[in-house]
């Protein structure tokens, strides 16, 4: 398994923008899909998007596509998620996680690895 740290949260108006990184130890990091999930008070955590192993494919869910953008620096052992026009539903609890596997998993419990997670807030 892998270790990860999420940062890069806070604080933003609406439409404002923020950038997640997932920072990973461990050398075998380039085998592992890793994914962005969220989790808002009162609700189940859910999945937002999700990279390959190499980068090659991505996932996103419905109500962030065309506004978050994964993507992974292998060589950093990181993985950025670039979100840009925020919303106030946007707020959440955001965590990444990892797994072994060279396919786009979009389920909580295809993850075996997780971070603390850090807070998105964004205000209206």
């Known amino acids: 398994q892998v270790q990860l740290v999420e940062s890069g949260g806070g604080l933003v108006q609406a439409g404002g923008s923020l950038r997640l990184s997932c920072a990973a130890s461990?050398?075998?990091?380039?085998?592992?899909?890793v994914g962005w999930f969220r989790q808002a008070p009162g609700k189940e955590r859910e999945f937002v998007a999700a990279?390959?192993?190499?980068?090659?494919?991505?996932a996103y869910a419905d109500p962030v596509k065309g506004r978050f953008t994964i993507s992974r620096d292998n060589a950093q052992n990181t993985v950025l998620l670039q979100m840009n026009s925020l919303k106030p539903e946007d707020t959440a609890v955001y965590y990444c996680?990892?797994?072994?596997?060279?396919?786009?998993?979009?389920?909580?419990?295809?993850?075996?690895?997780w971070g603390q997670g850090t807070q998105v807030t964004v205000s209206s």
């Open positions: 461990g050398r075998t990091f380039t085998s592992y899909t």
């Open positions: 996680g990892a797994r072994l596997g060279r396919y786009v998993f979009r389920e909580t419990a295809n993850y075996n690895s």
């Open positions: 990279v390959t192993s190499n980068g090659g494919s991505t």
